[in-house]
């Protein structure tokens, strides 16, 4: 309980230092829990595989999902596909290749298991690392959905080649039903419990109870899918994608600010301790050893190297053949525009939680008894390509972009914005036409009312107006900061009178939180 305590602490003291420091959180957690590993006062970590995967997967995935939207994912379809499946296959079938011809006696299937396991990169320590060093925003989003929707299909192998070994047979016709079967169930799932959560959203009502929800929801769908012979992965993402599209109340500010601010929280946390964990799991890898470190650090580096050099050979020709499939149409598929982007695409290719999790839930024993056909040395060698595409990748990921000068295009973040902004101010404008039609205000406050609707689109992006109307804006806006002020100071003294109020004789807590919460409620408004 301690370690899980101190893991915690360190993920939210990390995302600060990181910030200050240039460098991703994830990576700092996880050299945290290496120095942790090694001291002799911290005990070695023993958790049961089984629960590593649903423990820590089904958060993650589903605050990813919160940044993402479906259209998002349709544009992108062709990029992520050969990203998300294409790419998970070719590096499987490369890892275990050579896996088989180097680790001596190492079986195929075996082999295939460490290729499955290695193959996929981590959609956390992706999307952290990227977010965190300015990349534009069309490689985040492939990213994101690299990051995403691989973990199915290398799950999906890796439960293949798992059953492969540990029976001993192999039926192609076979594997290939169980990835759709998983597959349909998967989305099957999804898109049911989707649908009762919104239900259960309606009747609850209540935004506190809303959000509890969704903290449940990532779980049930992975473990129920997983029951049902399903991809517990895929699943969560279905779920999550389907709640993100029908559950979008513009007029729930309270329950949106909320729901954000507790999937931020929780990502954090989840995050520091999942990365956290894999430091502290090394100490144990290296005890499987025996005395063969250097062998396996060789077998380990040989396996690092053909899982970064197949990333690059293979993206280098993929981006070409998606530059040259993209047409005009495709005005939203977002692809690597230049050489330089697709370097940065392919040094963020790093490895994680799904990994670990996966590496250390390989069976000990086949159905005849015998022990597991090398998993110490897949265990070894999953772990060494962990830490050195984490740890070595993360860290020169921000000097790689600076070097090569791959930067967000800000011009089109600004264009867009300002859109919204004159999207959001006709919208306005348009709702109180339709107001005054029905109802008459006096001249001074429907002059007031133009104004406000003028100024809902000038406050999110001041460039959509001219200079003249903007000075106009700029003045109202000091005298609105002023007003805001006095505001502020008001409310801030009716809470601390409320609030004091706690303590004095006679006083009912319960009262006083409910009208300090409508306090803060008007203050929030």
């Known amino acids: 309980m301690a370690l899980l305590l101190l893991l915690l602490l360190g993920a939210v003291i990390t995302v600060p230092l990181g910030e200050r420091l240039g460098l991703p959180a994830p990576v700092l957690m996880t050299l945290a829990g290496v120095g942790m590993a090694f001291l002799s006062f911290v005990p070695n970590v023993e958790i049961p595989p089984e629960i590593i995967l649903p423990a820590l997967l089904p958060p993650l995935l589903y605050a990813s999902v919160q940044r993402t939207s479906w259209r998002q994912f349709a544009a992108n379809k062709r990029p992520i596909f050969l990203l998300a499946v294409a790419l998970v296959f070719v590096t499987t079938a490369a890892v275990a290749a050579v896996a088989n011809a180097i680790v001596p ?36 989003s492939i990213l994101e ?68 929800l969704t903290l449940l929801v990532p779980f049930v769908s992975y473990v129920l899918a997983e029951e049902l012979m399903g991809s517990g992965v895929l699943a969560v993402l279905t779920t999550a994608l389907f709640l993100a599209e029908h559950t979008a109340d513009a007029d729930d500010v309270l329950g949106r600010l909320t729901g ?40 380990g ?50 490895r994680g939680v799904a990994s670990v999790a996966l590496a250390l839930a390989i069976p000990l024993k086949t159905d005849d008894g015998k022990p597991f056909p090398g998993r110490d040395e897949i265990v070894f060698i999953a772990f060494a390509v962990i830490l050195a595409t ?100 008001m409310m801030s003294a009716a809470r601390h009178a409320v609030l004091s109020a706690r303590n004095e004789a006679g006083a009912d807590p319960e009262i006083v939180d409910r009208v300090l919460r409508q306090l803060d409620v008007r203050s929030l408004r």
């Not at 197949?310 to 047409?327: N, S």
């Not at 009312?449 to 460039?463: T, W």
């Open 301 to 350: 580096l040989a396996v690092v190297a053909v899982v970064v050099g197949v990333r690059l050979l293979y993206l280098l020709p993929a981006t070409w053949l998606a530059k040259r499939l993209h047409t005009r149409r495709d005005v939203s598929e977002e692809i690597p525009t230049s050489w330089r982007e697709t370097v940065v695409m392919w040094w963020a290719g790093m």
């Open 260 to 299: 954000r601010t507790f999937w931020e929280i929780v990502d954090t946390l989840v995050t520091g301790v999942a990365f956290g964990l894999i430091g502290l799991e090394l100490h144990n890898v290296f005890g499987t050893a025996d005395g063969r470190e250097l062998r396996l650090l060789g077998w």
């Open 390 to 489: 984490l740890v070595i990748q993360g860290l020169t990921l921000p000097w790689l972009v600076r070097k090569l000068r791959v930067k967000a295009d800000t011009d089109a973040e600004e264009a867009l914005e300002k859109d919204l902004a004159i999207r959001a101010a006709q919208a306005a404008k348009q709702r109180l036409k339709e107001i005054q039609e029905v109802e008459e205000f006096p001249d001074e406050v429907a002059e007031r009312l133009q104004r406000l609707a003028y100024d809902v689109g000038a406050r999110i992006s001041p460039d959509m107006v001219d200079d003249e109307r903007r000075e106009a804006y700029a003045q109202r806006a000091e005298r609105f900061k002023a007003v805001s002020r006095v505001q502020r100071e």
């Open 105 to 140: 006696g190492l079986p195929i299937a075996a082999a295939v298991a460490l290729g499955a396991l290695v193959a996929p990169p981590d959609p956390v320590a992706a999307t952290a690392v990227a977010g965190s060093v300015g990349l534009p925003r069309r490689l985040v």
């Open 145 to 212: 959905g690299e990051g995403l929707f691989n973990d199915v299909t290398a799950i999906v192998l890796y439960h293949v080649a798992i059953a492969a070994a540990v029976s001993g047979s192999f039926s192609l016709p076979e594997a290939f039903g169980l990835l759709i079967l998983s597959a349909v169930v998967a989305v099957v799932v999804g898109l049911v419990l989707g649908w009762l959560t919104i239900k259960l959203m309606g009747l609850l009502g209540d935004a506190t109870l809303q959000v509890g």
